[in-house]
Nanobody, 120 residues
Framework: QVQLVESGGGLVQAGGSLRLSCAASGRGFSINRMGWYRQAPGKQRELVAS???????NYADSVKGRFTISGDNTKSTEYLQMNSLKPEDTAVYYCNANIWTAMTRNRDYWGQGTQVTVSS
């Protein structure tokens, strides 16, 4: 089965930076789109950023100019560079990928989540 493994979360002071990574593993798959979502306690999960296999990116207004999403096709890995972090960025961040396989066709996969905490 295809699996997503993410890492890079942690505790950082306001104004600091973190870099998240998410790697897809398995056999016989191709990635249509990868992205990052986040969910704070008591709030809905929201899209932070996404990137297509063609390199097209999309960002939430709240992170534009501060976060950058990128991908490495040879490693089936995506990254989220987070700069100028604010306390409001505190959340669990989830990797997401829309992946094609011969058995399942197109479907979404989710990483396990990684905690990002930004202190004042």
């Amino acid at each position: 089965q295809v699996q997503l493994v993410e890492s890079g979360g942690g505790l950082v002071q306001a104004g600091g930076s973190l870099r998240l990574s998410c790697a897809a593993s398995g056999r016989g798959f191709s990635i249509n789109r990868m992205g990052w979502y986040r969910q704070a306690p008591g709030k809905q999960r929201e899209l932070v950023a996404s990137i297509t296999s063609g390199g097209s990116t999309n960002y939430a207004d709240s992170v534009k100019g501060r976060f950058t999403i990128s991908g490495d096709n040879t490693k089936s890995t995506e990254y989220l560079q987070m700069n100028s972090l604010k306390p409001e960025d505190t959340a669990v961040y989830y990797c997401n990928a829309n992946i094609w396989t011969a058995m399942t066709r197109n479907r979404d996969y989710w990483g396990q989540g990684t905690q990002v905490t930004v202190s004042s």
